[in-house]
Antibody, heavy 120, light 112 residues
Framework: EVQLVESGGGLVQPGGSLRLSCAAS????????MSWVRQAPGKGLEWVAN????????YYVDSVKGRFTISRDNAKNSLYLQMNSLRAEDTAVYYC?????????????WGQGTMVTVSS | QSALTQPASVSGSPGQSITISCTGT?????????VSWYQQHPGKAPKLMIY???NRPSGVSNRFSGSKSGNTASLTISGLQAEDEADYYC????????????FGGGTKLTVL
C-alpha cells in the first residue's frame, strides 16, 4: 500500500524548534519530488517547501525561509522538516505529500498529518 | 502572493451539477496547465481529484471534471451525491519569486 506517515508534531514554545518526519512506503521514494503542506486550524492549505529527488534543490515559501529546512534520506525512505524559531502563526497540521506527476505540479499522496502548536 | 480566489461556498441538490471557480493571474492559473483540485472531508487529509487542469487520477469518479479559460479554472461535479459534501481547494504552480505552489482559499460544498 502506498502511504506516507508523519510524526514529530507537538506543543512548542515560541522561538523553539521541532523536527517533523515522514515515512514513505509502497513506492520508489527516491524517484519523486516531495513537499510539506500545512493547514492552520479552520484555514486553507498552504504549500511550505519541496525537495528534489536527490536533495539537490529545495524551495520554500517566503514566510519560512531561513527558519525551516527540508531534507530527505532516500536510504530510509524518509522526508524531514526541521523547524526553528517557531512562531504562533506556524501553528498548523503539517502534511507531507508526493509531488505528481512532476515538481510543483499536484500532490497525489498525502499523509494523515501531524499537529504543531506554537504557544506559551 | 495572494491565494487563488474561490467562492466561499456552493450548494446543490442530489443529482444536480455544480461548478466551482478558481481565479488567479497570468503568473499561475493563466500561465501554466498545472492546476489541480483537492477534496477534503472534515478531519481528513486532502485527496487529489484533478491534476493538470483536466486529468483525473486513477480511481476518481468521472463525475468530476476540470477545465480552464484564461486566468480561471473550474471544477464541475455532476450527479451530486451526499458524499461529495466537503471542502474543495484548487492549486496552481506559480512563477512568483516567493513560492512554488499557490492554493485557493477553499470552497465548502453543501449537498442539500
Amino acid at each position: 500500500e502506498v502511504q506516507l506517515v508523519e510524526s514529530g508534531g507537538g506543543l512548542v514554545q515560541p522561538g523553539g524548534s521541532l523536527r517533523l518526519s515522514c515515512a514513505a512506503s509502497g513506492f520508489t521514494f527516491s524517484s519523486y519530488w516531495m513537499s510539506w503542506v500545512r493547514q492552520a486550524p479552520g484555514k486553507g492549505l498552504e504549500w511550505v517547501a519541496n525537495i528534489k529527488q536527490d536533495g539537490s534543490e529545495k524551495y520554500y515559501v517566503d514566510s519560512v525561509k531561513g527558519r525551516f529546512t527540508i531534507s530527505r534520506d532516500n536510504a530510509k525512505n524518509s522526508l524531514y522538516l526541521q523547524m526553528n524559531s517557531l512562531r504562533a502563526e506556524d501553528t498548523a497540521v503539517y502534511y507531507c505529500a508526493r509531488d505528481f506527476p512532476a515538481w510543483a505540479d499536484a500532490f497525489d499522496i498525502w499523509g494523515q498529518g501531524t499537529m504543531v502548536t506554537v504557544s506559551s | 502572493q495572494s491565494a487563488l480566489t474561490q467562492p466561499a461556498s456552493v450548494s446543490g441538490s442530489p443529482g444536480q451539477s455544480i461548478t466551482i471557480s478558481c481565479t488567479g493571474t497570468s503568473s499561475d492559473v493563466g500561465g501554466y496547465n498545472y492546476v489541480s483540485w483537492y477534496q477534503q472531508h472534515p478531519g481528513k487529509a486532502p485527496k487529489l481529484m484533478i491534476y493538470d487542469v483536466s486529468n483525473r487520477p486513477s480511481g476518481v469518479s468521472n463525475r468530476f471534471s476540470g477545465s480552464k479559460s484564461g486566468n480561471t479554472a473550474s471544477l464541475t461535479i455532476s450527479g451530486l451525491q451526499a458524499e461529495d459534501e466537503a471542502d474543495y481547494y484548487c492549486s496552481s504552480y506559480t512563477s512568483s519569486s516567493t513560492l512554488e505552489v499557490v492554493f485557493g482559499g477553499g470552497t465548502k460544498l453543501t449537498v442539500l
